[in-house]
């Protein structure tokens, strides 16, 4: 399973952006979903997730309300619409997804497959 993150780019705050992650291979073995983000010096974090069948989505506490997480199981695809952007939300974004479990994770432990990240710079 390879996955793809893209989208990321430079937006003025209080802007939006849109992000991507496309999954090739052995699609079939993924069920869950996630966004991380990163910056430099710190821990990986969780931003959102989104279940197997989008019925059930999570969001970090900072997140809910700007972000909105969606996914298109057809196209192989996952979505990140951010708005309200601020320079805290600038961070490399990584897409990950992991096997079928019952709990959708919020950890970096719980998924299975990564991808290279994109990034997103919010200016001030």
């Known amino acids: 399973v390879q996955l793809q993150a893209f989208g990321g780019g430079l937006v003025q705050a209080g802007g939006f952006l849109r992000l991507s992650c496309a999954v090739s291979g052995r699609t079939s073995s993924i069920y869950h979903m996630a966004w991380f983000r990163q910056t430099p010096g710190k821990e990986r974090e969780f931003v959102s997730a989104i279940s197997g069948s989008s019925r059930r989505t999570d969001a970090a506490d900072s997140e809910k309300g700007r972000f909105t997480i969606s996914r298109d199981n057809a196209r192989n695809t996952m979505s990140l619409q951010m708005s309200s952007l601020n320079a805290e939300d600038t961070a490399v974004y990584h897409c990950?997804?992991?096997?079928?479990?019952?709990?959708?994770?919020?950890?970096?432990?719980?998924?299975?497959?990564w991808g290279q990240g994109t990034q997103v710079t919010v200016s001030s």
């Open positions: 990950a997804a992991s096997y079928f479990t019952k709990s959708l994770g919020t950890t970096r432990q719980e998924y299975n497959y």
